[in-house]
């Protein structure tokens, strides 16, 4: 059985209670071998080649020269008010040293519309966007924008071992209205964008369709992509070629809720998945939203109140049992995670605001 319990940071210390005497301070109940760091930012976070740590704000870089005690903050826009960055967003540092963000532009939303009639809503945009930083963060190229249709979320950003970058974004399509999942890559540090197949399974209702995929290559030369949906398990896809088709579109047998997933390579070359389960841990059932053609085609399970981790040894063939780190009364998805060094990982979500460290030693033999 898992012991939680819910930690409240003060100074350097970390100090452990009783979940019931804070629940009215931290809704999050965390695992033991999680602490939660008071003002952590929410991420992604990579570090540069010169070991500074960097996460973007809404329209800010953010630098920390002290491990995300304090931050510098930097405008990444010209001009005011033209762009504001989403909460799904995708951040690398590469190889090379350059930064890309890639981000869907909340100043262009526009007319999100669904009509129920049609199950649609024609004429909504909210383009997605990569812009670069030379400099460590500190001065930004004027951003480069690959498309216009509804960009549902952008989630995830990878390097292969050749140097290409990939990132995942999404396309709305109509008639009737649902998601697909598209990635760009760009083999020149992000002067120039390929854009993929779209990746295109149908669905009906906006929160159908393929959705919200994140990317990490393999270690025999493919990338992998596992997709979120309304089905009750992640699909996945493979690219053989950095990123510029996807094949092998298929259902997997890893059961989960539809949230969003992230998959990243952790230096002891292991993989981690962060995600939501089908079920409450321990339960075989849970409530049903959607169906009809609105909210999706089918009824899907969209259980939200609890995070869990697994590992994989064998880059994604098998995996361990998924551990609860993190219990909620509400929702808690849409993670990012970042290895601020071998063996230590930051755990972060926009929905729920969770924040943690944990040890990679703590959860696997």
């Not at 930083?133 to 979320?153: F, I, Q, V, Y």
């Amino acid at each position: 059985m898992l012991i939680f319990s819910a930690s409240l940071f003060l100074g350097d210390q970390f100090y452990l209670r009783d979940w019931s005497e804070i629940i009215q301070t931290n809704p999050i109940s965390y695992h033991e071998k999680l602490e939660s760091p008071e003002d952590m930012k929410m991420g992604p976070f990579v570090r540069t080649p010169d070991g500074r740590i960097v996460t973007v704000g809404e329209t800010d870089c953010l630098i920390s020269a002290n491990e995300g005690k304090t931050w510098e903050s930097y405008p990444i826009f010209k001009y005011e008010n033209a762009y504001k960055i989403r909460p799904e967003r995708a951040l690398i540092s590469t190889k090379e040293g350059t930064l890309i963000l890639a981000f869907a532009n909340d100043v262009e939303r526009r007319n999100w519309d669904w009509q129920e009639d049609i199950h649609d809503s024609p004429d909504a945009t909210l383009p997605t966007y990569a812009v670069r930083s030379l400099d460590g963060g500190k001065t930004w190229e004027a951003p480069r924008k690959l498309h216009d249709e509804w960009t549902g979320a952008i989630r995830d950003i990878t390097q292969t071992e050749n140097g290409t970058v990939i990132f995942t974004s999404m396309m709305m399509r109509h008639n009737p209205g649902h998601h697909t999942v598209v990635t760009y890559a760009t083999s020149d540090e992000g002067e120039t964008w390929k854009r993929s197949n779209v990746i295109d399974y149908g669905g009906v209702g906006h929160h159908s369709g393929l959705i919200e995929a994140t990317i990490e290559p393999l270690k025999d030369g493919r990338v992998w992509m596992l997709i979120r949906t309304v089905w009750g398990v992640f699909w996945e896809a493979f690219s053989s070629d950095e990123g510029l088709t996807w094949e092998n579109i298929a259902a997997t047998e890893i059961k989960a809720s539809t949230a969003p997933g992230l998959v990243k390579r952790l230096a002891s070359g292991r993989l981690i998945l962060v995600y939501n389960q089908l079920y409450p841990e321990g339960e075989t059932t849970y409530r049903l939203s959607g169906g009809k053609g609105q909210w999706s085609e089918v009824p899907a399970v969209n259980h939200r109140k609890e995070l869990s981790i697994r590992f994989s040894e064998d880059d994604g063939k098998s995996w361990t049992d998924p551990i609860v780190v993190a219990r909620t009364e509400r929702d808690i998805s849409y993670p990012y995670l970042f290895e601020k060094e071998p063996g230590v990982i930051w755990l972060t979500t926009w929905r729920g605001e969770l924040r943690a460290v944990f040890s990679e030693k703590d959860f696997v033999d």
